[in-house]
């Protein structure tokens, strides 16, 4: 014996069916949200206005003609090595995870020779970012770098 298909029971199926893909939607959502690290700023149109400052520094940085290349040792810590900085600079970086659950820190650096800076406490494994800052003079250059 056979039942008829009638309007409610594809009803049913419209209903359900839709209902499965809203769930999902909204599930995948609410992962995507949770798990962004990146930069986000509070308020874009005044980010926007600040644009044109940010790029005028940004070349003010490359006239000083720095460059550092920052990898990590066997014990963790960042090494950092520059050409061109003054010896009297002072290096710091900020630190954050590109992906996964936010997490921030800093790193002081120590100059162990010339153009050799070692970071003063090891950085826990996995993917980095680091906002490099070398500070002289009252001159600032920001470098980013993405760390292993």
Do not use: C
């Not at 690290?37 to 000083?64: D, I, M, P």
């Amino acid at each position: 014996m056979q039942r008829e298909f009638t309007g409610k029971h594809m009803t049913m199926i419209l209903v359900a069916g839709f209902g499965i893909v809203i769930a999902v939607n909204f599930y995948m959502a609410s992962v995507a949200i949770g798990g962004f690290g990146g930069v986000v700023v509070e308020n874009s149109y005044v980010a926007s206005q600040k644009f044109n400052g940010w790029l005028a520094e940004a070349r003010e940085t490359e006239k000083l003609g720095y460059s550092a290349d920052l990898t990590r040792d066997a014990d963790g810590r960042l090494v950092v090595e520059t050409r061109g900085v003054p010896d009297t600079a002072m290096l710091s970086a900020e630190l954050r995870r590109p992906l996964g659950k936010p997490e921030d820190r800093s790193a002081l650096f120590e100059q162990v020779a010339e153009g050799r800076y070692v970071s003063t406490e090891p950085l826990p494994s996995g993917r980095w970012i680091a906002r490099l800052t070398v500070e002289t003079g009252g001159r600032r250059w920001v470098d980013e770098a993405e760390v292993r």
